[in-house]
T-cell receptor, first 113, second 108 residues
Framework: NAGVTQTPKFQVLKTGQSMTLQCAQDMNHEYMSWYRQDPGMGLRLIHY???????DQGEVPNGYNVSRSTTEDFPLRLLSAAPSQTSVYFCASSYGDRSSPLHFGNGTRLTVT | KNEVEQSPQNLTAQEGEFITINCSYSVGISALHWLQQHPGGGIVSLFM???GKKKHGRLIATINIQEKHSSLHITASHPRDSAVYICAVIQGAQKLVFGQGTRLTINP
């Protein structure tokens, strides 16, 4: 049982490049979500999903794209990276009910130059 | 003004002291998380609560829905408790809004 697996751990991109941050969980969780963490800003919700085929925007969705074709995977796509997207990204999942804890991945540190 | 406010932002205490971290929110919520982020960056869930009080070891979390306030208490604090503690409220189905975190340092 690996929990929530995020890849890569570190990534450096040039402005305008695209990439996909991967997130996978093996706990059969319905709810999955992406966050970014910036100094002085705390964690902010980018996108979330309450089940396969269902996604919704969070607080800071612009510049990011998601899809949820399977229960296990919830990739986050940066279509054209910008320096403002330099951040630490976390993926999290849960069963989605009011008593379920969130399980976080170990994070991806992204630098856009 | 942030929808979720934590206080204090930074807290330094001596080993053994009783610690209280507060979280106030201004929006309607269905539940609230307390999270712990260690210096290495990993985030773990400590509590999820929608009413009353929960206890796990030396940690106690309370919530007052009417007053829109939650507290996290640590009894007999230890240097290994040094971390950032984050409050997050759940709006609607599963939309999370986070506080900015409280950085706790426990000195031996």
């Amino acid at each position: 049982n690996a929990g929530v697996t995020q890849t890569p751990k570190f990534q450096v991109l040039k402005t305008g490049q695209s990439m996909t941050l991967q997130c996978a969980q093996d706990m059969n969780h319905e709810y999955m979500s992406w966050y970014r963490q910036d100094p002085g800003m705390g964690l902010r919700l980018i996108h979330y999903s309450v089940g396969a085929g269902i996604t919704d925007q969070g607080e800071v969705p612009n510049g990011y794209n998601v899809s949820r074709s399977t229960t296990e995977d919830f990739p986050l796509r940066l279509l054209s990276a910008a320096p403002s997207q330099t951040s630490v990204y976390f993926c999290a999942s849960s069963y989605g009910d009011r008593s379920s804890p969130l399980h976080f991945g170990n994070g991806t540190r992204l630098t856009v130059t | 003004k942030n929808e979720v406010e934590q206080s204090p932002q930074n807290l330094t205490a001596q080993e053994g002291e009783f610690i209280t971290i507060n979280c106030s929110y201004s929006v309607g919520i269905s539940a609230l998380h307390w999270l712990q982020q260690h210096p290495g960056g990993g985030i773990v869930s400590l509590f999820m609560l929608s009413s009353g009080k929960k206890k796990h070891g030396r940690l106690i979390a309370t919530i007052n829905i009417q007053e829109k306030h939650s507290s996290l208490h640590i009894t007999a604090s230890h240097p290994r408790d040094s971390a950032v503690y984050i409050c997050a409220v759940i709006q609607g189905a599963q939309k999370l809004v986070f506080g900015q975190g409280t950085r706790l340092t426990i000195n031996p």
